[in-house]
């Protein structure tokens, strides 16, 4: 069935009709403990909205994963500050804006030096930016009937984006966030079945995080390519002149310009320049830069715990089953006279008889995303690029009978007139199949993937092959659980 607009519709309202609160799970318990003075009260305790209680967020996402993101957003971002201090208190380290890369999987890890490749990734990620999942094929829109993608696909595409950058990136933990290519919705109604907590588009309704019943599916974001923004003639359009306290603005791009004085990186100079002056370090303070993914974990994870107080002790409880994350309380009413520590790995800022202190990052780092059926790389190897008649098979035995899940191919170049990508298996009872025969279109590096899983079950085989060609540069193979 393909998931059109009006099927979507449909769907969505079944899903949040039938929604049922989550099984009880087990959780973390954090404690901070002082000496308290004598007579002091009993203290109100609370989280903090948002990361070290500041009034808003504000998130820059940077699709499809252009190289540029490193070496032109990333320093350029970074040159704009706001510190972990609340607002209006001073003593706060010096945080640099930072992003997220919303990138399609399919591109990354490829020869295509214009696509970030998986140790550029990772060194966003060493500087604070986020990488956020932005599909697999980046297929599926909502203009055109044709292109409606099948609820088979759009799990295919979910499945396989995560379980890569959990492999590549997230010490098997994927991103949470999703960025819906090209805006096409209905992936919506399958994000939570592969560890995705929320989603953003242009055009989308939430851009505030304290309505408890918003909808972080469907988060909104401005539109800053340089056809639509130049048309503008004010570089701050589109951010709120007073942010509201919750507010979440997000500024998305497809890169932004080098060159210090083209106009597309001097809008971008005005408009970071205004946030940082006016919210950052050099104005009210009042501003939480982060990627999308760490803002939305907070707010999950913020909602579903439990913080009590007692004299002289406060107790922070937090559900195991959302993404890891530190935490922002705010202690009221504690004497001056009272003497407090700062816990370890944590921070403390002390204003009168009001405490807040940030926890550091809570809960179960490891939590596989997507959790089933459990899959891993089984076998990865360059194929022969010297056959120049396209000919040729590539030949993979296992050891012993193996459960596949998936292949990956790498094209990056054209292959030869009337070539066929052929792949075959033979199972331990000797059976041969055919998985795949299908032509290939010129591709200038893309990991082409063959899914089996999770929409059908893995295929036993103790042999596969697959034809070759000069433009298929490399193999993966992944196998999983036979269920």
Known sequence: MAVTLAVWFALRANLWAAASPPPEQSSVRWDFVWQ??????????????????????????????????????????????????????????????????AVI????????????????????????????????????????????????????????????????????????????????????????????????????????????????????????????WSKETNALWGLPKTPQAGDLVIDFTHGIQAGAQSPNQ??????LGSIASRFGEGGSDEMWCAPTAAIINYIQTMRASLVESAKGHVTLTVTNSLPTTPLTIKIAGISPLSKLGT??????????????????????????????????????????AQNPKGDAWHIVKFDRPTHIAAVRVLQHGEVHPGFELIIKTTASSGKSQILVNTPLKPNWGAWLLFPIVPTSKAQEAIQLELSTDPGLKAVEVWAGDSE
């Open 105 to 228: 999987v399919e591109r990354s890890g490829t020869p295509n030096a214009s696509f970030l490749n998986w140790s550029q990734l990772r060194q966003l990620q060493t500087k604070g930016w986020g990488v956020l999942n932005h599909s697999y094929w980046h297929s599926g829109n909502s203009w055109d009937p044709k292109a409606a993608m099948s609820v088979d696909q759009i799990k295919q595409d979910l499945f396989w984006s995560q379980t890569i950058l959990a492999s590549e990136l997230g010490e098997s933990q994927a991103t949470t966030h999703l960025v819906y290519p090209n805006g096409y919705m209905p992936f919506e109604l399958y994000l939570a079945e592969f560890g995705l907590q929320s989603g953003s588009r242009v055009g989308g309704r939430l851009c505030n995080l304290l309505n408890a019943r918003a909808d972080l599916h469907d988060i909104d974001r401005n539109y800053l390519d340089e056809p639509v």
């Open 36 to 101: 308290a003075a004598l007579g002091e009260p009993l203290p109100a305790v609370s989280i903090c909205p948002l990361l070290y209680d500041k009034k808003w967020a504000y998130a820059v996402e940077i699709d499809d994963g252009p190289v540029s993101t490193l070496g032109v957003a990333q320093p350029l971002l970074a040159e704009f500050n706001f510190t972990d201090a609340p607002p209006g208190l001073s003593g706060g380290h010096r945080h640099p804006f930072v992003g997220g890369a």
């Open 343 to 384: 816990p370890r790995g944590s921070l403390l800022f002390r204003q009168n008889e009001t405490v807040w202190i940030t926890t550091p990052p809570l809960g179960v780092r490891k939590s596989t995303v997507p959790t089933q059926p459990k899959v891993e790389r089984v076998y990865s190897a360059s194929l022969d």
């Open 266 to 271: 001097l809008r971008w100079r005005t408009r």
